[in-house]
Structure formats: C-alpha cells, structure tokens
C-alpha cells in the first residue's frame, strides 16, 4: 500500500489515497479533488471508495465530483447524517461557501475491504456522533479524523461533540492499536498511538 496525502481546501484538510496496484481509496476529500484525480490518472488507479471520516464540510467538500467522476459511492456513518441538515455539514458557515450535495452509503463498524486492503472500522465519536476510524492492519495505519491530532485532540463544542465520549474512545480504540500504528490525522502531521498515548497533554492522567 501506498499512502498519499492532499491537503485539500480552505482549511488544509488532509485527504488521504491508499493506493495498491490497480486500486485505490481516498479518504476525506475535503475540497477541490484535482489533485486526487491527477494522481489516479497518471497511476493508472480505480478509486472503489471515498471514506468520509466525519461529515463535517472541510471532510466533505471533494465527496460530490470525486464520486462523480470515479464512481465510487461515498462511505460514511448513518450516525452522522445529522450534520447534512447543518452548516456545519453543508459548508457556507465561517465566510465559506456552500459544498456541493452529494449521496452517501452508510457502513457499521466492523470488517470491511476497501480496494482490496482489510480494514477494521471503529465508530469513534465525541467530535461528532458518528465519527469512524478507518484501520488498516496490513499497513499498520489509522485514519483518525479529527478524533486525535499530535499532541491534541478535536473540538468537542460543535453539536454532537462530548469531550468524555470523545476521550473514551480513544482509549478504548486508538490507545489500545498496537503501539506502532501511524495514526494519520484530518489536520497537521501524522503520529503514533505509543507517541499520544505517552506524550499527549489531554491524557496525562492515562
């Protein structure tokens, strides 16, 4: 597997490609996906999904000409449909303008495959209700969201968020991961969950 990064749109929103040899996953497009399409194209690869994280707009904003143009469905937690019905979902908030409606297909945790790769989702919740992680073993990779950052965590005053749930949650999913798993954030740099486990100021008493 090969793991690509695209910070996309007015926030930096780091949209992921997991890509292997004919296939690939992209996870939060979170603005104009040209760059993603590039990449697919010129490596000749199939996106088979777009993995929605969360459904906020920063995550979201690529989801409609991404899976227009690749076909695949847009994978996201019916726990967050929610946030469609938002600003926060719909984007227009903050001076930014409006994101494209898109349709999604909603998944349980649990097993799954996607492009070929195993992957173990966890609902993750407390920045939103129905944050997921998506884990790939294989690769020893998680992709977090906005759940944990280095040295930080996501906000937990938008509607929906609870900073215990949210606290909970990664100890009982990110914190127990094998200890040299790359967790691979929606902002800022990747990490691991030995490093936040060990260093993380939001769990100190951990």
Not at 8 to 30: F, H, S
Not at 84 to 111: A, R
Not at 159 to 176: E, R
Request: glycine share 10%; hydrophobic share 30%; aromatic share 10%.
């Amino acid at each position: 597997m090969e793991i690509k990064v695209f910070p996309l749109g007015p926030l930096q929103t780091n949209c992921y490609v997991l890509a292997g040899d004919k296939e690939a996953v992209a996870i939060d497009p979170g603005g104009d996906p040209t760059p993603v399409l590039d990449y697919l194209k010129s490596n000749g690869l199939t996106l088979t999904h777009v993995l929605n994280t969360h459904l906020h707009f920063d995550h979201t904003a690529g989801n409609r000409r991404l899976s227009d143009e690749t076909g695949a469905p847009v994978i996201c937690s019916k726990k967050d449909l929610y946030l469609l019905e938002s600003e926060l979902g719909q984007g227009g908030t903050f001076g930014l303008p409006p994101i494209e409606e898109y349709n999604t297909t909603q998944i349980e945790p649990g097993e799954h495959e996607f492009a070929g790769f195993k992957c173990t989702v966890f609902h993750t919740p407390g920045h939103s209700s129905g944050s997921l992680t998506f884990y790939f073993p294989e690769a020893e990779a998680a992709f977090v969201g906005d759940l944990i950052f280095y040295r930080s965590i996501g906000r937990t005053d938008f509607p929906g968020g609870d900073l215990d749930i949210l606290k909970k949650a990664v100890k009982d999913n990110i914190f127990t991961l094998p200890d040299n798993t790359t967790l691979y954030p929606g902002h800022g740099p990747e990490t691991t969950s030995d490093d936040e486990k060990n260093h993380n100021p939001f769990f100190s008493e951990f």
